[in-house]
């Protein structure tokens, strides 16, 4: 295993991280696929990554992720606490109810965290999460009182992964990318000299499991190791799974080209690359649009449908009645995105 520093903080992160949801038993809507492991068989497969050199686990409070945080302080205590850093999350933009919920989940590790993430911070919540008395105002008192280590800002938005960069209250930023997906991290390697102080945890590194339909782990896993991320999180749920994550693969450089080549062996897909330069006036967010569409061919049917459907008809019909098309002046792919929301409603029939 490789490790690498993790911003500023002065840990040093194994390269691949231990991501919980896979462990979780419960009903909870996270992912479909968990393999709802009970307790000694969770705390095993931790174990088995842990000998295979991994140091980082991320998770999330009940809500999100079921019983994993559980299961996590369970495995803290059998392994030592001290060979561990414990990333947790919870989805509370306001302070109070952010600082709550970190000692919720301090009780329920039974060890207090390491990392705390605000998740899911989007563009409709962002300015309370970075407010006076916001959850990150939350976190540094909780820092400053000794009940975390670290803060952190976990988003799926480039905008938002370069806010919490350039906010000195912020020691890591967890975001999402792929071979595939690559929009966010390589704007983040672009602009290396504003991310350099923060640690970067990389997740959905397998799409959500559907880029393995077409890619191996090694594939997956080595073209994204030229990033400047600290760890990427792998969901694991076996041990087998652990192996195929954990093995220390070469760095291979899949151009965007090449990937989107091996997956037209399967279906037509999108060239996007979920880079968010597509900005609409309207505030349609076409990058999740084009994303669903991809899943749903890599085989996230049911999940993709139920998304695209939520509002593909508004869009549609504000594309159609768009005249200036804002949103393609900076696409760097020039997808025809008009068209793109017209296939996709087509789809939708
Ligand atoms: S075509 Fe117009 S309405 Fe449609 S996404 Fe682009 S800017 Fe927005
Ligand atoms: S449509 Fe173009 S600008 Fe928008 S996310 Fe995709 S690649 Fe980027």
Partial sequence: MRYRDLGKTG?????????????????????PEYFSP?????VEIMMHAYRMGCNLYDTAIPEEYGDAEYKLGVFAEKVGRENL?????????????????VLRSAETLGTKPDIYFVHQVDEKNED????????????CDLKKAGMI???GIATHYYSICRRAALDERVDVIQTSGNILERGIMDRISENNNIFADKGIILNKVYAAGCLLNVFTPSELIG???HWPFSSALIGIGTREQADAALAEYPPCDFTFEQVSERIAEHYRPIKCTRCQRCICPRGHEIHLLLRQYNYFHLGKRYWAMKKMRMNIDEVYESCRSCTDMACMNECPQK???PEMIGLIYDMTR
């Fill in 11 to 31: 840990l040093k992160v194994s390269e691949i991280g231990f991501g919980t949801i896979p462990i979780l038993s419960g009903n909870v809507p996270v992912l």
């Fill in 128 to 139: 309370e999460v970075f407010s006076r008395y916001g959850a990150l105002d939350a976190l």
């Fill in 149 to 151: 280590r670290y803060t």
């Fill in 85 to 101: 850093i414990i990333s947790d999350k919870a989805r509370f933009m306001d302070g109070n109810d952010m600082f709550r919920e």
């Fill in 38 to 42: 009970d307790l000694d068989e969770a």
């Fill in 335 to 337: 997808l025809m995105i």
């Fill in 223 to 225: 073209g994204t190791l």
